[in-house]
C-alpha cells in the first residue's frame, strides 16, 4: 500500500498498523489462494519457501497484502475476516503488514 512522506521508523509494530487499518470496520479476504514468497540470494529467487502472502480490502483502503510466516487456510472470497497480531512497517512511501493468522467473522 502506497502512503504519504510522513513515514516513521522502527520495524514492524501494532501502533503502525492501527494507523492504517481501522479494526471496528470489517476487513474482507480478496485472496483464493496464497502466493509463497520464495528466499533471494544473489538477486534470485530460490526454492526455499519463507513465507506467504494474502491480499485483502476495507473500506476506504486501496487492496492490501500481508505477509504470514506459515501456510493458513483462507476463507472464501470476500469474507469478513479477524486478522491475529497485525503489525505493520512504513518503508519509504510504502507500509507492509503481516500477521500470525486469521479467522472468519461469523
Not at 522502527?10 to 470496520?25: D, L, N, Q
Not at 501456510?71 to 475476516?81: A, C, D, F, S
Request: overall charge neutral; some cysteine; hydrophobic content about 35%.
Amino acid at each position: 500500500m502506497k502512503i504519504q512522506n510522513n513515514y516513521t521508523r522502527g520495524g514492524y509494530s501494532t501502533k503502525t498498523a492501527e494507523k492504517y487499518i481501522e479494526y471496528k470496520k470489517p476487513l474482507y479476504s480478496l485472496s483464493t489462494d496464497l502466493e509463497e514468497l520464495v528466499r533471494f540470494v544473489d538477486k534470485k529467487p530460490t526454492d526455499e519457501v519463507i513465507g506467504y502472502k494474502a491480499w485483502f480490502s476495507q473500506e476506504g483502503l486501496p487492496p492490501f497484502s500481508i505477509k504470514f510466516s506459515k501456510q493458513i487456510n483462507l476463507p472464501k472470497y470476500l469474507e469478513i475476516v479477524e486478522i491475529e497480531n497485525l503489525t505493520a512497517c512504513e518503508v519509504k512511501y510504502n507500509v507492509f503488514f503481516k500477521a500470525d493468522g486469521l479467522k472468519v467473522v461469523d
